[in-house]
């Protein structure tokens, strides 16, 4: 990608000192990324990360990106590509990747007041009250303080936009002059930078926008620049206009707060088909289970439970069943117990013999906030005594490890999980699989 540095000594309004500025880190590759920072012979080579099941390609590093290997590519039709090119392919393993990327953001908190985690692998930091900063070298602390902390490279643009900022991240990743950190601090630089950017890799701009622009001949982020505001708004409505005023250095989208779920849903593809309504009830409460404590970490309620089954869609030669219930619950409620015995009943409800199921799923929605709710006439569980249940279960779980407490429901076979055969090890939090380094020799007192 071409540089948009300049020698230019010519400031502007838009990189004057004291503006507002935006800063977005990105983790580079952060699946491969992830695999490698505790296997360093995995450096320098092709590394490649399957989705759930070991289905499909989500994560490549750069050098399997070079090989051609596609995003989204089934791992089945790339097998020959893969051996001869002896590509290292790992199961997906988000334990490790979720506490990877909280080891990134504690990092990132230390620079910045204020912080958006916007993806496991992506944050925007608000650059408020760095007046008399230099902004490349900051920039370039960051990257490395992070890098060394963790293991894991990032690349991070700043400029006076959100939207702006991502434009400069992707500068900052593919250039590699750039040492990790593009600056966009003048008019002169957000021009050649918008116009060295596709309209479709413009942040918030999709696909189908993206194909409706171009019929426009709006073919670059310059191009969507130079079009009025009111062609915009015509165009793409208040949103587009945003991006358009953001494109232009005008800050329009702010710092958002994490916020609470309106719905949570947690869903697994089976291993293998499933036939017995048993294993299909083990994933259930299990898919209950982790629906409720999602529910208590956000302090809320669900008020309504989803439970849905089906056949593999793909499996065209095979009998083909969807099917899901919806029950709307007596009093809300963030209870293990009650979620688990609840979509049981649902999924007894549904459950047909004779086909092989591959996938099921838990909804809760209608979720409201933990306080004191009107309660039922004619309810009888002790939910005080519950609560406690809940609480100190979490309390465990959280000082000893994952489900090392659960209800009995959620069983210890397993025939329902996900296909996983290249996982590689939770070096991070389970403590069988923490690294040991042997030294050959005594190093002299």
């Given amino acids: ?135 490349k070298v900051f920039g370039e602390n960051v990257v490395n303080t992070v890098t060394r902390n963790t ?102 989208f702010e710092m958002e707060s994490p916020k609470s779920k309106k719905s949570i849903c947690t869903s697994r593809s089976f291993g293998e088909k499933l036939t017995e309504l048993a294993p299909i009830s083990e994933a259930v409460a299990n898919f209950a289970a982790s629906c409720a404590e999602k529910l208590r970490k956000q302090h809320s309620y669900g008020c309504v439970l989803t439970v849905f089954i089906h056949t593999n869609p793909h499996a065209t030669n095979q009998p083909q069943y969807y099917n899901q219930t919806v029950m709307q619950l007596s009093v809300p409620t963030n209870d293990s117990t009650e979620l688990i015995n609840v979509a049981l009943r649902g999924l007894s409800s549904i459950f047909k013999e004779g086909y092989r199921y591959k996938k099921a799923g838990v909804i809760v929605s209608e979720i409201v906030p933990e306080r004191p709710l009107q309660g039922d006439l004619f309810d009888v569980r002790n939910r005080e005594k519950y609560n406690k249940v809940m609480s100190v279960m979490d309390s465990l779980n959280d000082s000893y490890g994952k489900q090392k407490v659960k209800i009995a429901s959620q069983g210890f076979d397993r025939k329902w999980k996900l296909k996983n055969e290249k996982l590689s090890p939770c070096y991070t939090t389970n403590l069988s699989d923490i690294l040991e380094v042997i030294a050959d020799e005594e190093l002299p007192v």
């Fill in 1 to 135: 990608m071409e540089n948009i540095e300049t020698n230019t000594n010519i400031s502007s309004p838009l990189g004057a000192r004291g503006s507002l500025m935006f800063g977005l880190l990105d983790c580079n590759n952060f699946y491969a990324s992830c695999e490698r920072v505790f296997n360093p012979s995995l450096n320098g080579k092709p590394v490649v990360v399957l989705s759930n099941n070991d289905g499909c390609v989500i994560a490549r590093s750069v050098e399997a990106k070079v090989l051609g290997i596609p995003m989204g590519e089934p791992a089945y039709k790339l097998k020959e590509l893969i051996e001869t090119n002896q590509v290292h392919v790992f199961s997906s393993n988000y334990v490790l990747y979720g506490d990877m990327s909280h080891r990134v953001m504690n990092t990132i908190a230390l620079f910045a007041p204020e912080m958006e985690i916007y993806s496991i692998d992506e944050a925007f930091l608000l650059l408020k009250g760095f007046e008399n900063i230099d902004f």
């Fill in 151 to 252: 293991g894991i490279p990032v690349s991070l643009g700043i400029a006076p936009t959100k939207t702006l900022a991502k434009v400069a991240n992707k500068f900052a990743k593919k250039y590699k002059a750039y040492k990790g950190v593009c600056f966009i601090d003048s008019d002169e630089k957000r021009e050649k930078a918008l116009k060295l950017t596709e309209i479709g890799d413009v942040w918030g701009i999709g696909r189908r926008y993206s194909k409706k622009l171009q019929y426009y001949s709006v073919n670059t982020a310059w191009d969507f620049t130079q079009r009025t505001k009111s062609w915009v708004r015509q165009t793409m409505g208040v949103v587009g206009e945003r991006t358009w005023m953001e494109l232009r250095g005008t800050p329009c």
